[in-house]
């Protein structure tokens, strides 16, 4: 049985479909988060889909980046969706009004991107592969993103679109208040991070998973004593 046929494997390029065409659409700057985790969901998963054809397996490559990749494009979607959007919905966009083009690549890297990675990542294999020590490492790249962006402010002056959100900009409300954004969103990229380690977790109790290897006992053979 060829790896060709199994749905993982169409799913997954699926994923490199919609992380494309939102990144090839999109007019804005590398320096957003959004870009920037829809840039590593891309690489990992048209990494994933060779490592599948090449090795014939179901299982994709590297279980702890694709829990690191799940979770910024989570980030990505909670973000936009909640804090930039405000729950609006993308959908009136898409078929009416001026920039179409952009709702549409907004839609691919805010909605149908996360939306696709989580279902992988409770769906399929390999299961029960991440562990709670991955999250303070998961954490670093978002946090760097933020600290990285408020340097490049003060040492580059210049630098276009110095402040990509609202929350990392200091200018009106000053540094205390961005460090308390940043405080804020770093206890919710927590509560995020563990969560997504759980649903890797509950994800192996729902679809089987990989199941521990039988003990001695259990496969018959008598046991050392």
Do not use: C
């Not at 402010?153 to 000053?174: C, E, N, Q, R, V």
């Amino acid at each position: 049985m060829t790896v060709r046929t199994k749905p993982a494997l169409w799913w997954r390029l699926a994923i490199v479909l919609s992380a494309g065409l939102g990144l090839v659409l999109s007019n804005s700057s590398l320096v957003y988060f959004t870009l920037e985790s829809n840039v590593i969901v891309l690489g990992y998963f048209i990494s994933a889909v060779y490592w599948m054809v090449k090795r014939n397996t179901v299982d994709a490559p590297a279980p702890r980046l694709r829990g690191a990749a799940t979770l910024y494009i989570v980030i990505t979607g909670l973000v936009s969706h909640i804090l930039l959007q405000h729950g609006e919905s993308p959908l009136p966009g898409l078929v009416s009004g001026p920039d179409r083009l952009q709702h549409w690549s907004s839609f691919f890297l805010h909605y149908t991107t996360p939306l696709m990675v989580v279902a992988d990542w409770l769906l399929l294999k390999p299961r029960n592969a991440s562990r709670w020590k991955d999250v303070p490492l998961w954490l670093a790249f978002p946090l760097g993103y933020a600290l990285v962006t408020e340097a490049r402010a003060i040492l580059f002056p210049s630098f276009p679109l110095k402040y990509p959100y609202f929350f990392l900009d200091p200018t009106t409300d000053g540094y205390g208040w961005v460090a308390g954004q940043i405080g804020q969103l770093t206890v919710e990229f927590v509560v995020l991070a563990v969560v997504v380690v759980g649903l890797d977790r509950l994800g192996t109790k729902l679809v089987g998973g990989r199941a521990p290897a039988p003990t001695a006992e259990a496969a018959g053979a008598p046991a050392e004593g």
